[in-house]
């Protein structure tokens, strides 16, 4: 989904993973926003405008669970003399729940995720680089260090 906006998004906040859910038989209307930025994860309840967001900063753990693969392909061939001459094509992909728990407790909850080990990777990896930065930043100035 591109051009898609936070709701209150900070300055540097880059969306790298979102989605929007949707309700209705004929008139689709979008009723949450999912994301992870730079800076956060959030969900964004339209129909209640309610907002839960986690920062990158805080103390959390990102698990995967209710992994399942899913595929979807099609058989063609020729029958001749008794045997059948044919050929396979298709796909296949994982789709699962994602938390984020805090405490004990889940946070947030995105189900029915493509890829959900891929999501949790990218939190994983936004997290990681987030605390280098504090690590070279913050830190070694507060230790009387000199940025470089």
């Known amino acids: ?40 994860i959030y969900m964004y309840n339209l129909e209640t405008g309610q907002l ?40 296949s992909w994982s789709i699962g729940t994602v938390l984020i728990m805090a405490g004990g407790v889940a946070r947030m909850k995105f189900s029915n995720v493509t890829d959900p080990r891929d999501l949790k990777q990218l939190i994983d990896t936004i997290r990681r680089e987030e605390k280098q930065q504090w690590i070279k930043g913050p830190l070694r100035e507060n230790q009387g260090y000199s940025k470089t």
């Open 1 to 40: 989904m591109t051009g898609f906006v936070p709701p209150e998004q900070v300055p540097g906040e880059q969306v790298l993973w979102s989605r929007e859910l949707r309700r209705g038989l004929i008139q689709k209307r979008v009723v949450m926003r999912e994301g992870v930025t730079n800076k956060r």
């Open 52 to 91: 839960n967001e986690v920062a990158m900063a805080d103390n959390f753990d990102v698990l995967v669970e209710d992994e399942r693969r899913n595929s979807e392909g099609s058989v063609g061939g020729l029958y001749g003399g008794g045997m059948f001459y044919g050929r396979r094509a298709g796909r």
